[in-house]
Every structure is written in structure tokens, then in C-alpha cells.
């Protein structure tokens, strides 16, 4: 099936493409991207002695770009493909041709892209971005969103009986005979934490048997086996801060505001001034986000984005950070966090990240804060957190911390030297200029979640959440880009 955009020399219907018209937002896509990339992209994972592929890589990469950009199920996609007409000139089918299968369309999404080549499809579009001479600032933007996942969660007992159940059924349909010899699923008693110790170590003696009777299993079998490998080595599943899915292993909980938390994934996003996404690094929900902050920068040079400045929030001003942009003589536009020169460990004052407070021994947070003293001068600046004193007056805890002053503070000095040039930074009238750009990456976390349903996962596990969050990405890079070329062809 051969793609081809000029089908009046081919189909008398082709006619009715006239009715698309001419500003269709699918075909300003066709004219400004390039897809023939994809062809290349996945050449390898088709087997050379079946010859070429029945349906084109490019044409259900396109039908993949239709999926994201209206938000379509696989059946769904294929189904208004059928007979909208947009949809099948984009395709550069005629309106005769018939479509491939849904089934088709998946096997691509997650055999031929897959986790690892799904990355590189939005390279390829930043890629196309700079080609075109869209990208000209030199900022990069980082921040993350979070993504709920496609399952449930579950207490450590029910992770660990659903997991035992899905694998005894699929296994039981695919090997009766090796299912009657398997050792007998306990009688589970006493509280629940016992119940799942005995369970667990019923599934290590199971997926001991079967990595020994089935070294060669596959398909939805070994991805059963592989999940129960996962909960078995599982440190903190008992303690519920690990696993807690049997469907979806890899999500964890993660905290989206100070009282709120999530469960699921973290994508941790780069943009560009022109906010061109160049890289994302998807994680379980509880990963630190200042972590993510080199691997971003890594991955938007890699791409020839030349970057002087990066700008984020205070999750990402730790240490290492500041050292890593330095040394790569990149501006951190990155308001400090007392999180990382740290709460005196003796004295039980611990910072709260999300509300950028202290929450004193008593549980009471500072009710303000205020910089005292000056970078260049005898005294360390410092963040001084200020606390109620009529909470103080009544406080069990008061003696040795609250002597009936005006005031109860508690101050963190900035004792590293990068910490107290980024202070000086944060002074001065270039930070003030440039601190406003960094929420414009929040209007494309929005687009990602409320146009383009980020806000839940499509699919299950970390891989999915991969596959989903790179070919949003591309659709968003291709409306941009779209956006940019109209602006800079008036
Ligand atoms: S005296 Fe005030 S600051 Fe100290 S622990 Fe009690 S409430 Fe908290």
C-alpha cells in the first residue's frame, strides 16, 4: 500500500478530497512535517526474509499521529479513518482503500516503536524544528507533570493475590499439564501482613519452578512471571511504600501538592523559549525531580539545541545541579530551596518542599519567611522562617526552643559557595527580567493533560507511559511547529 497524496492521477474518487479544505489543520501537518523518517526509524524490527511490510511504517505512524492528535481509541482511529475524509487524504490512501487492523496499529505502536524507539521519533521532530530554523532561543525550561495510572491501587495482600490469580489462570490455559503438577496455593491465615508473607513465599517457590520448567516462555506469560519476580524482590511492598498493582507494577505514589498525593508517573519535561518539548524522562511517581535535571540538558544538546540558560524551580537548585551548569557554562535561572543546604538534623526542624515552609518539632509550620543577611559580607546570607508565638506560648515543646521573644525564628544559612553565588544571581536585575519565562511551561503541561489526556495513562507500565508521553510530545511539537512557521512566514 503505497502512500501517495496525489490520488486524483489514481482514484476517479479522489475528487471528493476537494471537500478538505485547504486550511485543514491535517493538511498544514502534511505540508510542514516530514514523516518519512519512521520508515527508516523502524526498518530493523521487520524481518528481512518476509520482504517489505504489508502496511507501511508511515502509514500507521500516521494513524498513530491521528490517535494522539484526536484523542482515539486503536478500534476508533480505524474505524473514522474509514470515512472521514481528512483523515484519509493525511493518510494518502484513496477513498476507496481499506485499512489496516486495529490489531495491526498496536503491534506497531508497541513492537516496532516500543519503549526505546518512541524516544526517537521526537528527536527526530525537534530535529525537523531546528532544520527549519524555529528553535533561535537559547532557554531551556524544565519542569514535570504527573500522570495517574491505568490501574488500581491495591493493599500489599491483594497485590500479591492478584498477581498469584492472573499467573495461575494464564497458566492454566496455556500449560494444563505443568498447572496440575505446581505446588497446591496455600491456606492463608492470621493478619493480614502473615497472610502475605505466606503468599509471598509461595510465589518465589511457583516462579522458581516455572523459570526452570519454562525457560523459553513468552508473550503474556512472561510478562506474568516478570511481575511476580518484580513483587517478590520488592523490598518495601509490605510496608506499602512499593508495589502496589498487579497490573501496573511500576507506578508509585507520588505528592502533587502539599496535601494531595498521586499514583502513578512522573514526566519530567524540557522546552525551549519556542516551547518545543526536546526531551522527556519518564518516571514512577516518586522520583525527586531535581534528579531529572542533567539527563534533560544531556538529551536537548545531544539534539544541537544550544542552550545558555536553564530555568526551573527550586526542586531542581541542589548542589550538584548548580555544579553540573556551571561547569557546562549554563545560567541556572533556579530559585534556591532551603531542601538542599538542609535543616540542622539535632534540632527536628524539617522543610516542607511543597509549601517552601519549615514545620517546627510541635508540627506547626512557619507562617513566613524572609532572606536575612548578604552575600559578600562577615554574615552568611540565610533564610529565616518566622512561626506563630501564640502557638508558641501554649507549646509543650517550648522550653529550650521559644523564650518568650517577639518573635520565633529559625534560619537556614547558604553555606556552599555555588549556593551563595546563586543568591547573588537571584539579586539581580537580570533573574528579576528572566524569572517570568519559566511558567510558560506551564500552559504546555495544561495542552499536554487537557488536550491531549495526559492526565490518566493509556496503557500499563512504565514502557506505556513511555510510548504514551513521547508520541503526545511529537503532536504537540507538530501544532507548535505549525504555530512557529505561520509566525515566522508574516
Ligand atoms: S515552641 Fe513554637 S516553634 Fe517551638 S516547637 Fe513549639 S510551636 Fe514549634
Redesign the pocket.
Known amino acids: 500500500m503505497l502512500l501517495n497524496h496525489n490520488q486524483s492521477s489514481l482514484s476517479f474518487h479522489s475528487e471528493l478530497y476537494s471537500f478538505v479544505p485547504a486550511d485543514h489543520i491535517l493538511r498544514r501537518v502534511h505540508e510542514v512535517v516530514d514523516f518519512s523518517f519512521i520508515n527508516d526509524l523502524v526498518k530493523d524490527s521487520y524481518c528481512v526474509y518476509y520482504g517489505r511490510p504489508a502496511n507501511e511504517p508511515e502509514l500507521l505512524f500516521r494513524l498513530l499521529f491521528l490517535q494522539f492528535l484526536y484523542n482515539l481509541s486503536d478500534e476508533r482511529v480505524i474505524e473514522d479513518s474509514q470515512y472521514n475524509l481528512a483523515y484519509k487524504w493525511f493518510l494518502g490512501l484513496n477513498p476507496e482503500d481499506s485499512l489496516p487492523d486495529s490489531s495491526q496499529l498496536s503491534r506497531f505502536r508497541v513492537h516496532r516503536l516500543g519503549a526505546n524507539r518512541v524516544e526517537r521519533v521526537l528527536e527526530h521532530i525537534v530535529k525537523q524544528c531546528v532544520e527549519n530554523g524555529l528553535i533561535q532561543s537559547q532557554a531551556l525550561i524544565i519542569d514535570s507533570t504527573h500522570t495517574l495510572a491505568n490501574a488500581a491501587k491495591d493493599k500489599p495482600l491483594d497485590v500479591l493475590k492478584k498477581a498469584a490469580n492472573r499467573l495461575l489462570k494464564g497458566l492454566k490455559k496455556q500449560y494444563s499439564n505443568l498447572y496440575k503438577m505446581i505446588p497446591t496455593y496455600p491456606k492463608l491465615e492470621g493478619t493480614d501482613k502473615e497472610k502475605a508473607i505466606q503468599l509471598l513465599q509461595y510465589l518465589a517457590e511457583l516462579k522458581d519452578l516455572l523459570e526452570e520448567k519454562l525457560p523459553d516462555a513468552e508473550g503474556s506469560l512472561l510478562d506474568k512471571i516478570n511481575i511476580v519476580k518484580q513483587i517478590i524482590e520488592d523490598e518495601r511492598l509490605l510496608s506499602h511504600k512499593g508495589i502496589a498493582s498487579a497490573v501496573d507494577p511500576d507506578a508509585r505514589f507520588g505528592r502533587k501538592s502539599k496535601s494531595r498525593t498521586f499514583y502513578g508517573y512522573k514526566n519530567h519535561i524540557a522546552m525551549t523559549e519556542e516551547e518545543i518539548i526536546t526531551a522527556i524522562h519518564v518516571t514512577p511517581g516518586n522520583e525527586d525531580d531535581g534528579k531529572q535535571l542533567q539527563t534533560l540538558v544531556n538529551k536537548s544538546t545531544e539534539l544541537q539545541i544550544s542552550i545558555d540558560e536553564v530555568l526551573a524551580d527550586t526542586a531542581y537548585s541542589r548542589k550538584d545541579n548548580l555544579t553540573f551548569l556551571q561547569s557546562e557554562e549554563i545560567k541556572a535561572s533556579i530559585p534556591l530551596s532551603p531542601a538542599v543546604y538542609g535543616t540542622r538534623e539535632e534540632d527536628k526542624f524539617q522543610y516542607d518542599k511543597e509549601n517552601d515552609e519549615v514545620i517546627?518539632?510541635?508540627g506547626?509550620m512557619s507562617i513566613r519567611k524572609a532572606k536575612t543577611g548578604r552575600t559578600g559580607t562577615a554574615n552568611n546570607p540565610c533564610l529565616t522562617f518566622y512561626?506563630d508565638t501564640d502557638?508558641?506560648k501554649q507549646?509543650p515543646?517550648?522550653e529550650g526552643?521559644?523564650n518568650n521573644t517577639k518573635e520565633?525564628t529559625y534560619s537556614i544559612s547558604i553555606k556552599s559557595e555555588e549556593h551563595k553565588q546563586q543568591m547573588a544571581y537571584l539579586e539581580s536585575d537580570e533573574y528579576l527580567q528572566r524569572k517570568g519565562v519559566r511558567s510558560i511551561i506551564e500552559h504546555k503541561n495544561a495542552e499536554l493533560k487537557n488536550a491531549h489526556r495526559m492526565t490518566r495513562a493509556k496503557y500499563r507500565g512504565q514502557f506505556g507511559m513511555r510510548i504514551q508521553a513521547f508520541l503526545t510530545a511529537f503532536v504537540v511539537n507538530v501544532k507548535r511547529m505549525i504555530k512557529l512557521k505561520d509566525a515566522f512566514s508574516q
Open positions: 517546627c518539632p510541635a506547626h512561626f502557638i508558641c507549646c515543646l517550648r526552643c521559644y520565633k
